[in-house]
């Protein structure tokens, strides 16, 4: 038909994630172990080090339980609890996919749109960097000229993600978008 606008395929259709986590426990636990031991050669005091040693292992119990609560709390949440969660304007199905889908890689309970970044969500600026590169991939937007971005540097929740992307430029160099099939793993 003559007048009709082609279609962007469904965000389901988009291609996986390349990236693995991000963050996690392993190097945490190398970092607090090699203090650690730092404090324990350095003072060879037992008592120091194993107050030390309680101090972060109860800091670690504590994150563990806060993890478990969320992930029962949003045992129900899904990406699509998630999408109609975001305030009532048509965003790009391809952004809001790749959002969740790589915070939620790294995290071990379903997100929200106000989650916070940094406080809720405990990530850092190095794993936002490696998350960001993904997104804007798999979204088919680019990082170029992000300066001029109304929402450079005013990035703190979920839903901030998603709009600092939804003002990025999209890739002008888009692979065919027939190409791409339904992967066996994506959400339905």
Known sequence: HVGRKKMKPPSRTMEPSK???????TPLLIVELSILAAIYFLSSSFLLTATI???FALVQVIGLKWEKTKKEERKEDSICSFSKALPAKDHDTWVVRAVYEELTRD???PIQ???RLFEDLRFDDDD???IAEEVARRSRRTLDQ????PRYKKVFTVSDMIDFFENQPKETNQPNQAAHTTPASAPR
């Open 113 to 115: 749109p106000t989650d």
């Open 19 to 25: 990236s693995y986590s991000t963050i996690g426990y």
């Open 128 to 130: 936002l960097d490696v």
């Open 146 to 149: 992000k300066e001029k971005n």
């Open 53 to 55: 040693f309680g101090f």
């Open 107 to 109: 995290c071990r309970f």
